[in-house]
């Protein structure tokens, strides 16, 4: 079987090319600041990503001849884990949206690029609005304000299946605390296939990231959307996308983070200590949610690949189960699994309605 897998992301789209499970061709396309700069909103890039795409494919002489293209799943409504055939009401539903995010445009360059190609599946797969969160789980304080998830299904599923299958296990069985940690950070319970409970990671819910502000007391956010100092945009990027660790220190390159401490930059420090203290605290916390009874914590994502970040975490949480560090995120890989999953019958598609 031969997969077309399409992942765009913030800053750049990546694509890889699987012949069943062995990846043939595979490529990072990197969007320039100054390349984007002139698109109005990030849905508008739709057209541009998707020629890129097929220029890529005819400049490494791949037919555009595949059984399945499978996209990164967008912001849409919530639904349930596993893979979708893509229809026109996803499409709509991630592109009118309240999230306008590049992993929209996912599933509609695998829509159109499949609807030229006979007999070839559009799919995605583990949506990052993936909920599956218990009723109690759901329950906030005021009734108006019912908690979400928006989060990192695909990545968390792949990891939670591969530390499974290295330790003789099923993913079925375990009961994992799961951390991604990226420009966003998501951390999820999952107990015996399911993640019943987990932060929503761009929403503001959760520990501050490198660009992300997480959970502060919401009395503050409040008195600050009244105070007439910022517009209802400029408090969004507050919490998304110019806050956490950017916010403190004008940067979002823990590399660089690092590099500061190392030279004496004690606020430096403070940031860093306070971040690790926060994912520390969200991951002990969901610790209630198997009363204790934890097999293990798996961290993983882009930060992950700081042997500090990773010593300093464990050293908070392994009085809670061991810690394995999974760095990186292994998206492709996880789609095109999927996809051919699906298309060997071993997995059912599921309708998007």
Not at 63 to 72: C, E
Not at 124 to 136: H, K, L, N, Q, R
Not at 160 to 174: I, M, Q, S, V
Request: net charge neutral.
């Amino acid at each position: 079987m031969k997969i077309l897998v399409v992942n765009p992301g913030s800053t750049s789209t990546k694509i890889a090319v699987y012949k069943d499970r062995t990846q043939i061709y595979s490529t990072n396309i990197h969007h320039p600041n100054e390349q984007l700069a002139r698109f109005d909103d990030v849905h508008d890039q739709y057209d541009f990503r998707r020629e890129l795409v097929l220029e890529e494919l005819r400049k490494n002489d791949i037919p555009v001849a595949f059984d399945a293209i499978i996209g990164r799943g967008g912001i849409g409504k919530p639904v349930s884990g596993g893979a979708y055939d893509i229809n026109e009401q996803m499409i709509h539903d991630n592109l009118t949206g309240q999230f306008h995010h590049a992993c929209n445009l996912g599933c509609k360059i695998a829509y159109d690029i499949a609807k030229t190609i006979p007999g070839c599946r559009a799919l995605v797969a583990e949506p990052g609005v993936v909920d599956e969160m218990t009723p109690v789980a759901h329950v906030t304080g005021h009734p108006e304000l019912k908690r979400s998830c928006v989060w990192h299904a695909l990545n968390h599923r792949a990891v939670a299946k591969r530390f499974a299958k290295e330790t003789g296990r099923a993913y079925e069985d375990l009961n994992l605390i799961i951390c991604h940690m990226g420009g966003g950070i998501s951390i999820a319970a999952h107990d015996h296939g399911r993640a019943v409970d987990v932060n929503d990671a761009i929403n503001g819910e959760g520990p501050f990231s490198t660009e992300r502000s997480g959970s502060f007391p919401s009395s503050r956010i409040v008195r600050l959307c009244f105070s007439g100092k910022y517009t209802e945009q400029q408090l969004l990027k507050m919490i998304t996308g110019q806050g956490g660790v950017t916010a403190h220190l004008g940067t979002n390159d823990m590399r660089e983070v690092m590099q500061r401490i190392k030279e004496g930059d004690d606020y430096a420090r403070l940031v860093l200590e306070g971040m690790v203290y926060n994912i520390a605290k969200w991951i002990c916390a969901l610790g209630a949610t198997f009363c204790g009874r934890v097999d293990a914590i798996l961290l993983t994502g882009g930060v992950a690949h700081s042997e500090k970040i990773i010593s300093m975490i464990r050293r908070r949480v392994e009085f809670l189960a061991p810690v394995y560090c999974y760095p990186g995120e292994n998206e492709l890989e996880a789609l095109a699994e999927s996809a051919l999953a699906v298309l060997r019958g071993e997995m059912k598609a599921q309708l998007y309605i």
